[in-house]
């Protein structure tokens, strides 16, 4: 129930972000930025204390490794396509556009949110939420900046839709692929899966998120980065 509301609300933030011309003064470039130190906050708090320990219950060795290897993967591809467009659109970029390869780029990374998801519910309750919240927090940015880089590239309205919804559904499709197989898996595939999960929060968050904090050096920034660590413990108590 909880990972359905959850998956319902990444796809209506998308749109929400995409859609409403409304949310372009709510996404000042620093308000964005803090809105991510909070998310950054939230992943790394996750990643540490709910899904590597649960990982490194099932198999050590293998979880520590596809740890590394996801987060290899994740920064090797972003040299050759964009990931994720919020970071275009915080570091005021005017030269990249979304081509074929970017938007395979984002339909697979908006699929991986998705599966990630239960893998984090796997992990317990309070991970699975906060992912989730992270995740809603992102989408509704990712809809906005998605449609600007849509409206930069020089996309129709009628395909710019088209494109925002590929992105909306990649996510519960990843859901769905996620949550099909979990129950079925031995305990090293389910160790392998949270260390890939657990190597995609600290990627994000360590990669993406928190070298912006260093070089806009926001200060309220980093209370938003501690109020998502504060907020992820909190859970814990629910």
Known sequence: MMLSIFMSLAVLMTFAG???????????????ARLFSMRAGILLAVAFTEILPQAWMQNQVLAGWVALLAFALFFSIGHFAMLDTCPEYLE???????????????????????FNLPVSFSAGRSAGIAVGLALA?????????LTSLFRQSGLSPRKSFLALSGVAAATPLGGLASFKGLGQLPGSTSAALLGFAAGSFIYIAATDLLPRLHKNQDRMGLAYFALGMIGMAALKFL
């Open 18 to 32: 995409g859609l409403f011309p409304a949310t372009q003064g709510l996404f000042s470039r620093k308000g964005m």
């Open 92 to 114: 005021e970029c005017r030269v990249h556009y979304l081509g074929l390869v970017g938007l395979l780029a984002l339909l697979v990374h908006s699929f991986i949110d998705g």
């Open 137 to 145: 927090l992102h989408k509704i940015a990712d809809g906005f900046t």
